[in-house]
């Protein structure tokens, strides 16, 4: 089977490749000029750059492919860059499943667990439940906003399929993303943690979900690929237990969380930038982001594996690669 990859060069979009190849699969790595193919190095990929706006640079990517996974996005937490965020987010999704839906191409839609209705505790998320939503920075609204499009096409003929992970962790993590927790943890001292919590996965978990979805998932379903249920402290005294390294010591309340993102933001108002840290962030880390996948368990075959070792060979590959020197 050949998948296009879209995002390819990302996190999950290169374990994905990996976990295709292993698989016996030939994955189509669809980049841009810009991007880095460091993390591809070495992997029997095929590559093909295209403009994301152009559709019919897209057309021609797909000709050969029997399936398109649609992992591209632009993360950024905060409340500016709306605009942009819509057309990484919303615009391309559209662009590519429009032409999946007339192709008859099976595409998969990679989708974030915050599109979904907010969770807790005592109220585990499921993939029916949406609402009430998250709070509605960048890129919730356009998470959202891009899964009613798909739907849409999904509505009109397109065989389409969306997956939901939750927070990744793992090795070949080039940016990094998830890693830049661990490596916070283990260059810093760390006294407060973010109050809320998530559903931890290890990358090459979602990865054969994926696949999984590719193969066996149904038509205008949802799946949500996440693993284990945390609070954000527990996560990072399991990171820094791993990495050897001293943990937090408190869990950040909420109105402290407020002044702090409160004040990020009028930071970045006086420096005409949104700071990294703001506002959205906070909220978002105050959060708890627990989901089941049972309905993936069920249908997909979807495998969740130990977290502790996701995390102990995220550390690994971060050593291997120079990322951090051991202590």
Not at 84 to 93: F, H, I, L, Q, S
Not at 129 to 137: E, K, Q, S, T, Y
Not at 260 to 278: F, P, Q, R, S
Request: aromatic share 8%.
């Amino acid at each position: 089977m050949r998948v296009l990859v879209t995002g390819a060069t990302g996190f999950l979009g290169n374990n994905l490749c990996r976990t295709l190849i292993q698989q016996g699969h030939q994955p189509v790595a669809a980049v841009r000029s810009v991007s880095d193919m460091r993390s591809l190095d070495g992997l029997a990929v095929e590559t093909v750059t295209l403009d994301f706006e152009s559709a019919s640079d897209i057309s021609v990517a797909v000709e050969s492919v029997d399936a398109i996974v649609h992992a591209a996005a632009m993360i950024h937490l905060g409340w500016t860059k709306l605009d942009a965020c819509r057309k990484v987010n919303v615009e391309t999704t559209i662009r590519i499943a429009k032409i999946a839906r007339r192709k008859n191409i099976r595409m998969i839609f990679v989708s974030s667990v915050d599109a979904l209705g907010m969770a807790s505790p005592e109220n585990i998320g499921t993939e029916d439940r949406l609402d009430p939503p998250h709070p509605p920075n960048n890129y919730v609204v356009t998470k959202r906003e891009s899964e009613t499009a798909f739907l849409l096409e999904v509505a009109d003929g397109l065989d389409g399929v969306i997956v939901n992970p939750g927070f990744l962790i793992g090795p070949h993590d080039w940016k990094p993303s998830s890693g830049e927790m661990m490596l916070l943890i283990y260059n810093n001292f760390i006294f407060f943690v973010p109050g809320g919590g998530c559903s931890v996965v290890d990358v090459r978990d979602v990865a054969a979900g994926i696949v999984s979805a590719i193969e066996n998932g149904q038509a205008g379903q949802r799946y949500i690929l996440a693993g284990e249920n945390m609070s954000y402290y527990e996560l990072w005294d399991r990171m820094a237990k791993a990495m050897k390294c001293g943990g937090p010591k408190r869990k950040l309340r909420d109105p402290f969380a407020k002044v702090i993102g409160g004040v990020c933001d009028l930071w970045g108002k006086v420096t005409g930038k949104e700071a990294e840290v703001n506002s959205a962030m906070m909220q978002m880390g105050q959060i708890h982001h627990y989901y089941s996948s049972d309905k993936a368990i069920a249908e997909l075959g979807y495998k969740i594996n130990n977290v502790d070792d996701a995390i102990a060979d995220a550390f690994d590959w971060f050593v291997a690669n120079e990322y951090v020197k051991t202590k």
